[in-house]
C-alpha cells in the first residue's frame, strides 16, 4: 500500500506570494494533520482535520489554512509568504483518534 | 500546555554499542502518549516505539526500550547493538490521550542527533 504522499517535494517562492501544499493520506484514513518544521527545530503543529472538519487548530497566524476534501486528501495554503516560513511541511495522516499517525516525506518550502 | 525538553541536542556512539537518548516532558494530564521518532536525511519522520502512560511496564521494539518514569516526567529511549543505520535526528513527542473528538496533535521536542560512528 502507498504511504502518505506529498506534493511538490521542493518549492521557492518569493515574499508576498501564497502557496499551496498538496497531501495524500494513506488510503482508508480519515484524518490529516499538518506540521511545520524549522531547521534544527522539532515539528510545530499547525492543523488537524478529521472527516473534512478541523479538528484542531496550533498557534499559527491566519495566514495559514487547511482544507480537506472528500477523498480525504488536504491542501495547506499560506499567503503573504514571510521568510520565516521557510521550512519543511510535514502531513500525517491516521484512522483517527489515538491511532498512529503516519508521516509523508514532507515539502521544502523555500521563501526568498 | 504541554511541553517535551530533550537536552541532548547531539550524541555520538560506536557501532555495536548502546546509547539512551533523553527526553523530559511536562504536564498536567494523567492520560497520554509519549513516543520516539526518527527522522533520517530523507526526512521521513519514522515511528521508533511508543508507550501508553497508564502501562507500568516499558514497551521495547527489538533494539529499542525506553525508560518510562511518569512521577518523574522522564521518556528516555536507549538503542542497544546500535548500527549505522541508526544514524538520525531522534524526536521525542507527546499526545494527549482525551476522548471526544478533540484533537490529538503531537508535540514535539527539538530532537537529538545521533552520529554512529564504524
Known amino acids: 500500500d502507498a504511504g502518505v504522499t506529498q506534493s511538490p517535494t521542493h518549492l521557492i517562492k518569493t515574499r508576498g506570494q501564497q502557496v499551496t501544499l498538496r497531501c495524500s493520506p494513506i488510503?482508508?484514513?480519515?484524518?490529516v494533520s499538518w506540521y511545520q518544521q524549522v531547521l534544527g527545530q522539532g515539528p510545530q503543529f499547525i492543523f488537524q482535520?478529521?472527516?473534512?472538519?478541523?479538528?484542531g487548530r496550533g498557534n499559527f497566524p491566519d495566514r495559514f489554512s487547511a482544507r480537506q476534501f472528500p477523498n480525504y486528501s488536504s491542501e495547506l495554503n499560506v499567503n503573504a509568504l514571510l521568510l520565516g516560513d521557510s521550512a519543511l511541511y510535514l502531513c500525517?495522516?491516521?484512522?483517527?483518534?489515538?491511532?498512529?499517525?503516519?508521516f509523508g516525506p514532507g515539502t521544502r518550502l523555500t521563501v526568498l | 500546555a504541554q511541553t517535551v525538553t530533550q537536552s541532548q541536542p547531539e550524541m555520538s556512539v560506536q557501532e555495536a554499542e548502546t546509547v539512551t537518548l533523553s527526553c523530559t516532558y511536562d504536564?498536567?494530564?494523567?492520560?497520554?502518549?509519549l513516543f520516539w521518532y526518527k527522522q533520517p536525511p530523507s526526512r521521513q519522520m519514522i515511528l521508533v516505539i511508543r508507550?501508553?502512560?497508564?502501562?507500568?511496564q516499558n514497551a521495547t521494539e527489538n533494539r529499542f526500550s525506553v525508560n518510562f518514569q511518569k512521577a518523574a516526567k522522564s521518556f528516555s529511549l536507549k538503542i542497544s547493538d546500535s548500527q549505522l543505520g541508526d544514524a538520525a535526528m531522534y524526536f521525542c513527542?507527546?499526545?494527549?490521550?482525551?476522548?471526544?473528538?478533540?484533537?490529538?496533535?503531537?508535540?514535539f521536542g527539538k530532537g537529538t542527533l545521533l552520529t554512529v560512528n564504524p
Open positions: 488510503s482508508g484514513h480519515k484524518s
Open positions: 508507550q501508553e502512560a497508564y502501562k507500568q
Open positions: 504536564t498536567s494530564e494523567s492520560d497520554y502518549y
Open positions: 513527542a507527546y499526545r494527549s490521550q482525551n476522548s471526544g473528538g478533540s484533537n490529538y496533535k503531537l508535540t
Open positions: 482535520y478529521y472527516e473534512k472538519e478541523e479538528r
Open positions: 500525517a495522516s491516521s484512522l483517527g483518534g489515538v491511532n498512529e499517525q503516519f
